[in-house]
């Protein structure tokens, strides 16, 4: 079965609509990630039913069925949603080390039941973006900083859910996809793009009100931690690609030599 994947952007405001934070409803949300990865367009003749007939992978299907807000998830849930991020590989056994022994303090026990909440599967999301340039020991410090009570939700900073749609809406904004700004940002030297990160991220805590200013850079450097990891993810997958090109060419040349 053909399937989609979403941007970041679009599975934060799945999980944003999960916890009936968004207006838009999920299957709005995937209705548009569809249509934006095929290029259609609903006056095509697509229609909904299409969508969850045709290309509409299990996990996406099942959370169109739940009929409640603020899910819980299970952990082959969680890997199977988070696998539906474009350019994103994760693992069960990676995310079962995770709970258990690698980030167990900062993701604790499952927090709806036997099931993790939407504020832990994002956790793992963010997980999942800043090893690709962090160490877990550096992203466990990290998370300190926001994240005061594992336990608790309500004492963080910032909301998980609410820090993964920061980044991820702020990595979507300068992703070069076609745009003339994402096209002027593809020329840019890396410091300078580091540089617009952090003058778009301090723009967004600048708009936070009852926290102070160390808090405010808390949460600054971590949407830019965020962000540049996101990119760094970006490149390993190319850098992976031409790797596998080039032994894939090497192997016909060598069998043609054969």
Do not use: C
Not at 134 to 153: Q, T, V, W
Not at 169 to 198: C, P, Q, Y
Request: charged share 25%; hydrophobic share 40%; glycine share 4%.
């Amino acid at each position: 079965m053909d399937t989609f994947h979403l941007t970041r952007k679009e599975m934060a405001e799945l999980l944003l609509a999960l916890k009936g934070w968004n207006d838009k409803k999920p299957l709005k949300i995937l209705q548009e990630g569809w249509l934006r990865s095929t290029n259609n367009s609903i006056n095509d003749g697509s229609t909904i039913n299409t969508l969850v007939s045709t290309y509409l992978p299990p996990i996406f299907d099942k959370i169109l069925k739940e009929t409640q807000i603020d899910i819980g998830l299970s952990l082959n849930e969680i890997v199977a949603l988070g696998n539906q991020i474009e350019n994103t590989n994760f693992s069960a056994t990676a995310v079962q080390n995770w709970v258990k022994r690698d980030m167990k303090e900062m993701i604790v026990s499952p927090q709806k039941g036997k099931k993790y909440s939407l504020e832990q599967t994002a956790l793992l999301f963010l997980i999942e973006d800043l090893k690709s340039s962090l160490d877990f020991e550096s992203i466990r410090r990290l998370l300190k900083l926001i994240i005061n009570d594992p336990e608790d939700n309500e004492d963080d900073l910032i909301n998980p859910i609410h820090l993964y749609a920061t980044y991820s809406s702020l990595f979507d904004e300068l992703n070069w996809r076609g745009t003339d700004f994402g096209e002027k940002l593809n020329l840019h030297t890396v410091a300078t793009m580091e540089k617009i990160i952090e003058a778009k991220a301090k723009d967004i805590v600048d708009g936070y009100a009852n926290i102070h200013q160390q808090q405010r850079e808390a949460i600054k450097n971590i949407i830019v931690i965020a962000t540049l990891s996101v990119y760094t993810a970006y490149y390993q997958m190319l850098a992976k690609r031409y790797l596998k090109a080039a032994l894939f060419a090497q192997n016909i040349e060598e069998s043609y030599q054969e």
